[in-house]
């Protein structure tokens, strides 16, 4: 537990571990193919930035989106909005490969992923680090998942609580 009452659920070698065989998978499927990274903010900053050092597949483009669908606190407002969005020209006709932090409702992803289908990229594919199956509300498609977690609200590496906690270098949450 740290101070805050947080407890564990990631440990910092077990995230670097599922980011290195996430890389690989991805590797492997994108061999000999040029990709653009998509990394949703701000949640998947740190995770996109260690996806990106262990992947060898040549990544020609790094590029931003923000959503959004919390306000303040630990529930999820239902409703995507897309705060920072992106030149299609860096889109249009390229691999792109969407990382995000964690998958719940699959509002984001749904939102995120129209979002850059309308600018007709050569293929689109979605990654997260988490993956919360059971509060899945939208019917979507996550293409590489690193871990499956339990309905925890979570922080650490990337992901906050009202802007606390991102620098954490491991994946906790509130205990009951």
Known sequence: MTADGLALLISEAELQSGVAELARRIDRDYAGVDLVLVCVLKGAAIFASDLLRQLQTAVRGVEYVQASSYGRGTESSGSVRITKTLDAERITGRHV??????????????????FIQGMS???????????????????????????????????????DLDERYRGLPAVYYFPD
């Open 97 to 114: 490969l969407i990382v995000d932090d964690i998958a719940d409702t699959g509002h984001t992803c749904a939102a995120v992923s129209e």
């Open 121 to 159: 990229p050569a293929s689109l594919r979605y990654c997260t680090l988490l993956d919360k199956p059971s509060r899945r509300e939208a019917a979507v498609q996550y293409d590489y998942v690193g871990f499956t977690i339990p309905n925890h609200f979570v922080v650490g590496y990337g992901m």
